[in-house]
T-cell receptor, first 116, second 112 residues
């Protein structure tokens, strides 16, 4: 079974631009979570989508948004990019057969975003 | 503020030794506990998860959970140079949609 895929793998943008990142979960997985990883802050939760609905959101500004499509693929968007948005953006998918908290999350390879 | 604490290391052990990685968490409502391994420049890879108090073994890896002490650990037996990586502890509540809360990771270095 193919793993989680993310596109693009690398991205360079300038301040003020916006960016859209894409994530395709493992086949059959219905939940997609997004994380930001930086050397200083580690892995931080952005948001989680299940059945096209955002179920949970981390403590990030409104410039960060996302959505999920009917095929479970997800996108996240960052508007008005700032230098501090430079990070590895990771997507993780989980099965969520019953909606319980024990579902295991599997990570994609990430998108490395550099903001100049 | 839910927190997960790990000793950042680096933890250095010789090849063949046991590496012990520790993690404490603040939220008593946490129900699921995960260990991920992350090589430099790569994404986190799941090693194992544990839900119940006690030990859980998987090959050279053993996870230990003590909910009363809010403590989870990972033991790596017969450590190999290929085990050199950053190990991330993550905890999760029992509600649907709750996020994984990660520690900042412990860097393990296994010398040959």
């Amino acid at each position: 079974k193919a793993g989680v895929t993310q596109t693009p793998r690398y991205l360079i943008k300038t301040r003020g631009q916006q960016v859209t990142l894409s994530c395709s979960p493992i086949s059959g997985h219905r939940s997609v979570s997004w994380y930001q990883q930086t050397p200083g802050q580690g892995l931080q939760f952005l948001f989680e989508y299940f059945s096209e609905t955002q179920r949970n959101k981390g403590n990030f500004p409104g410039r960060f948004s996302g959505r999920q499509f009917s095929n479970s693929r997800s996108e996240m968007n960052v508007s008005t990019l700032e230098l501090g948005d430079s990070a590895l953006y990771l997507c993780a998918s989980s099965l969520v057969a019953s909606g319980g908290g024990t579902d295991t999350q599997y990570f994609g390879p990430g998108t490395r975003l550099t903001v100049l | 503020q839910k927190e997960v604490e790990q000793n950042s290391g680096p933890l250095s052990v010789p090849e063949g030794a046991i590496a012990s990685l520790n993690c404490t968490y603040s939220d008593r409502g946490s129900q699921s506990f995960f260990w991920y391994r992350q090589y430099s420049g790569k994404s986190p890879e799941l090693i194992m998860f544990i839900y119940s108090n006690g030990d859980k073994e998987d090959g050279r890896f053993t996870a230990q959970l003590n909910k009363a002490s809010q403590y989870v650990s990972l033991l790596i037996r017969d450590s190999q140079p290929s085990d050199s990586a950053t190990y991330l502890c993550a905890v999760k509540g029992d509600q649907a949609g709750t996020a994984l809360i990660f520690g900042k990771g412990t860097t393990l270095s296994v010398s040959s």
